[in-house]
């Protein structure tokens, strides 16, 4: 007698980045991967893992066969925020937060302004390997003029010709 070679894993969809001990409850009966637990589910998209089949009982023969699993991208813990600088005839520029992975690249659009005025940066981000869902976000850039109460007003000070300036009169 040969087992049943009927494979399936239930609905959960693992994520780029766990490993087989993240999907090996998922495996129908006494099925199991043939690779160390600890071995990644691979890149996103569908990924073959060998796997076998030990019956409990004698009568039955050890089963081996391959599972296809379908990985999905992993998500990046990327921000972008919005900021406002004062103007100063320099360039200003705001930027995501948050790490990169090998691979990931970030590119920005209508970043850099130097004029008074309120601009929408997009920080567009891909990545080349396909592991990772690619981000379009937005932030807005704003460039204030220098504000009048940023200056404190200096009393009038007034002085007689001649007078030595420690006669100074305010």
């Given at each position: 007698?040969?087992a049943?070679?009927t494979?399936?894993?239930h609905?959960?969809?693992?994520?780029?980045?766990?490993?087989l001990?993240?999907v090996?409850d998922?495996?129908?009966?006494?099925?199991?991967?043939?690779?160390?637990?600890e071995?990644?589910?691979?890149?996103?998209?569908a990924?073959?893992?060998?796997?076998?089949?030990?019956p409990?009982d004698?009568?039955?023969l050890?089963?081996?066969?391959?599972?296809t699993?379908?990985?999905?991208k992993a998500?990046?813990?990327?921000t972008f925020?919005?900021?406002e600088f004062d103007y100063?005839?320099?360039?200003?520029?705001?930027?995501i937060?948050?790490?990169?992975?090998?691979?990931?690249?970030?590119?920005?659009?209508?970043?850099?302004?130097?004029?008074?005025?309120?601009?929408?940066?997009?920080?567009?981000?891909?990545?080349?390997?396909g592991?990772y869902?690619?981000?379009?976000l937005?932030a807005?850039?704003?460039?204030?003029s220098?504000r009048?109460?940023?200056?404190?007003e200096?009393?009038?000070?007034?002085a007689?010709?001649g007078?030595?300036?420690?006669?100074?009169?305010?």
């Open positions: 007698y040969t049943l070679n494979l399936s894993l609905d959960a969809l693992p994520i780029y980045g766990q490993t001990a993240d090996a998922q495996l129908v009966g006494k099925w199991a991967f043939d690779d160390a637990l071995t990644s589910v691979g890149a996103a998209g990924n073959s893992f060998a796997i076998t089949y030990t409990e004698s009568n039955y050890t089963e081996y066969s391959t599972v699993i379908n990985v999905a998500s990046l813990d990327i925020e919005d900021a100063d005839t320099n360039a200003k520029r705001i930027e937060q948050g790490t990169l992975p090998e691979g990931v690249s970030v590119e920005y659009t209508n970043n850099d302004q130097i004029n008074v005025g309120e601009y929408t940066v997009t920080a567009t981000i891909t990545d080349a390997n592991n869902a690619d981000m379009e937005t807005t850039l704003t460039i204030v220098v009048d109460s940023q200056y404190v200096q009393p009038a000070i007034s007689t010709h007078q030595p300036s420690a006669e100074v009169v305010e």
